[in-house]
């Protein structure tokens, strides 16, 4: 499984967290965030 494949995986996690309420929006973004940056390379978007 390469990292392309793994963080689809980890953001349908996430994705369920968010839909079921276990996780906030906010805390859903942060997350993502950090998965795009350590497993694609891709900077955090700064608001």
């Not at 349908?12 to 859903?28: K, M, S, V």
């Not at 973004?29 to 978007?45: I, P, R």
Request: overall charge negative; glycine content about 6%.
């Amino acid at each position: 499984m390469n990292n392309q494949e793994l963080f689809l995986k980890q953001k349908e996690l996430l994705d369920t967290f968010l839909a079921t309420g276990a996780i906030t929006r906010e805390q859903y973004e942060k997350s993502l965030g950090t998965l795009k940056e350590k497993m694609l390379g891709e900077k955090a978007d700064t608001e």
